[in-house]
């Protein structure tokens, strides 16, 4: 059983910082690809960032790129994301999630197995 567990969100002004990790039990993790997605309310659930297994290789929406920074610790089953330059628009559940295809960079949220439950993130303006 694969079990993701997202900590790190929190309320922040905008132009700030946010750290999210995932901790991802499981010994296969260092074989996954992970990635980032998020929800606001009344939205659907949006691709924000992907990483392949190896680390070498990432994918980001058009609207966090440049901001935000996916990284993965294989040692530790740790999968972060760094968001900077945070704006309001930014405001939602972010979750983490578990492709058992490890070069996946998907996109679409059908392409994970895994999902954890998702951490408020909130950018007052």
């Known amino acids: 059983q694969v079990q993701l567990v997202e900590s790190g969100g929190g309320l922040v002004q905008a132009g700030g910082s946010l750290r999210l990790s995932c901790a991802v039990s499981?010994?296969?993790?260092?074989?996954?690809?992970m990635g980032w997605f998020r929800q606001a309310p009344g939205k659907e659930r949006e691709f924000v960032a992907a990483?392949?297994?190896?680390?070498?290789?990432?994918s980001y929406a058009s609207s966090v790129k440049g901001r935000f920074t996916i990284s993965r610790d294989n040692a530790q089953n740790t999968v972060d994301l760094q968001m900077n330059s945070l704006k309001p628009e930014d405001t939602a559940v972010y979750y983490c999630a578990a492709d058992r295809a490890a070069l996946g960079l998907g996109v679409r949220a059908g392409a994970y197995d895994y999902w954890g439950q998702g951490t408020q993130v909130t950018v007052s303006s």
């Open positions: 990483i392949r297994w190896s680390g070498g290789s990432t």
């Open positions: 499981g010994r296969t993790f260092s074989s996954y690809a």
